[in-house]
T-cell receptor, first 114, second 115 residues
Framework: AQSVAQPEDQVNVAEGNPLTVKCTYS??????LFWYVQYPNRGLQFLLK??????LVKGSYGFEAEFNKSQTSFHLKKPSALVSDSALYFC????????????FGQGTTLQVKP | DAGVIQSPRHEVTEMGQEVTLRCKPI?????LFWYRQTMMRGLELLIY????????DSGMPEDRFSAKMPNASFSTLKIQPSEPRDSAVYFC?????????????FGQGTRLTVV
């Protein structure tokens, strides 16, 4: 079965420093991978996706993610964190083998301190 | 487009009562997802529709839960009878799927409290 894992429940970083939120995947075939962000009391917002092509994907709000096939990873990154980036981040994979359903990881809370 | 619209935003009900959550997907989208979010279990997929047909309902907890999509612009998730452990935030999401490489757009969610 297709799945994603986010090994960190929480990531803490100082404002202005680079941030990384980790995600690893387990899929059969080519992975369709996504990152979403959730602010308090809101729905999930799409940040970026990897389908094919360049391993470095750029998305909204200055975020980017690096697809690494050998390490089966799709880490979310940002060169300089903002306090307003503090939120809950989800990695997701599309199950293209069985049903097409969208499967989410358990989420990582990002805390950016001034 | 107004995005995915869910109603109500908040629902408080007594145990044993029937609860119906509603979702209007983005116009033109042909896939619809219902998710449940809790602190303990995170974000769980309950059911996935494609072209109004349920494709995967393996996440529906039990027979008390049912979902319908009578047309492309409306879906409901019903819980009958409701129990306190059903308390959660329920999200609806939709996407335009030609080959599963498109992102899903989420509604604001319905916060359900069963007392």
């Amino acid at each position: 079965a297709q799945s994603v894992a986010q090994p960190e429940d929480q990531v803490n970083v100082a404002e202005g420093n680079p941030l990384t939120v980790k995600c690893t995947y387990s899929v059969s075939g080519n992975p369709y991978l996504f990152w979403y962000v959730q602010y308090p009391n809101r729905g999930l917002q799409f940040l970026l996706k990897y389908i094919t092509g360049d391993n470095l994907v750029k998305g909204s709000y200055g975020f980017e993610a690096e697809f690494n096939k050998s390490q089966t990873s799709f880490h979310l990154k940002k060169p300089s964190a903002l306090v307003s980036d503090s939120a809950l981040y989800f990695c997701a994979v599309r199950d293209i083998i069985e049903s097409g359903k969208l499967i989410f990881g358990q989420g990582t809370t990002l805390q950016v301190k001034p | 487009d107004a995005g995915v619209i869910q109603s109500p935003r908040h629902e408080v009900t007594e145990m044993g009562q029937e609860v119906t959550l509603r979702c209007k997907p983005i116009s033109g989208h042909n896939s619809l997802f219902w998710y449940r979010q809790t602190m303990m279990r995170g974000l769980e997929l309950l059911i996935y529709f494609n072209n109004n047909v349920p494709i995967d309902d393996s996440g529906m907890p039990e027979d008390r839960f049912s979902a319908k999509m009578p047309n492309a612009s409306f879906s409901t998730l019903k819980i009958q009878p409701s129990e306190p452990r059903d308390s959660a935030v329920y999200f609806c999401a939709s996407s335009l799927d030609g080959g599963w490489n498109t992102e899903a757009f989420f509604g604001q969610g319905t916060r359900l409290t069963v007392v």
